[in-house]
């Protein structure tokens, strides 16, 4: 993230991914700042959780283990994003990663990414059509929400198979 630093951007973010985690517990991480200075706002915030856990329990702060079952932005998976502002409003919603949360842990999901549409009215109207309601009408939200859409039918046919052959 550093090393685009210098292309201008407006904000930044992270997100983290945790996997084979109990019931119960925080999977997913993310943060996001705005301004010139926002990735290294970003890395001093995740450092000073590090630094707070380290002073507390130093021991235990040394295993990979334990901190991803007790500290946030620990996990199998790292997001970063820098934000240059083409289109949209400078706001820190703006910033990515983009997180689409459910219950289901499968039907969760986090994007990022730079790009402009030109079919955005038509991909938003499908959603519409299917019923959808997408809180706003945003490139980024609009393939948060059209890949989620599959995300969710995948889902539902695997619910739907695993219950008719009694898998759980």
């Known amino acids: 993230m550093e090393k685009q ?15 084979d985690v109990k019931p119960g517990h925080r ?11 926002a990735v290294a706002d970003i890395f001093e915030y995740v450092q000073k959780k590090f630094e707070a856990v380290h002073k507390a329990y130093p021991e235990e702060s040394k295993d990979p283990q334990w901190l991803k079952e007790n500290v946030s932005f620990t996990g199998e998976v790292l997001l970063g994003h820098l934000r240059y502002g083409t289109h949209g409003k400078n706001s820190i919603e703006s910033c990515h990663p983009f997180l689409r949360q459910n219950n289901w842990m499968t039907r969760n999901l986090v994007v990022a990414g730079n790009f402009n549409m030109t079919n955005v009215d038509e991909l938003l109207q499908q959603l519409y059509d299917l019923g959808q309601h997408p809180k706003e009408q945003a490139d980024t939200v609009t393939v948060l929400e059209k890949i989620g859409h599959f995300l969710d039918v995948e889902n539902q046919n695997l619910f739907d198979q695993f219950k008719k052959e009694r898998l759980f």
């Open 5 to 19: 630093h210098n292309r201008g951007q407006d904000g930044a973010g992270i997100a983290t991914i945790k996997f």
């Open 27 to 37: 999977y997913i991480s993310r943060y996001r700042a705005m301004g010139a200075s």
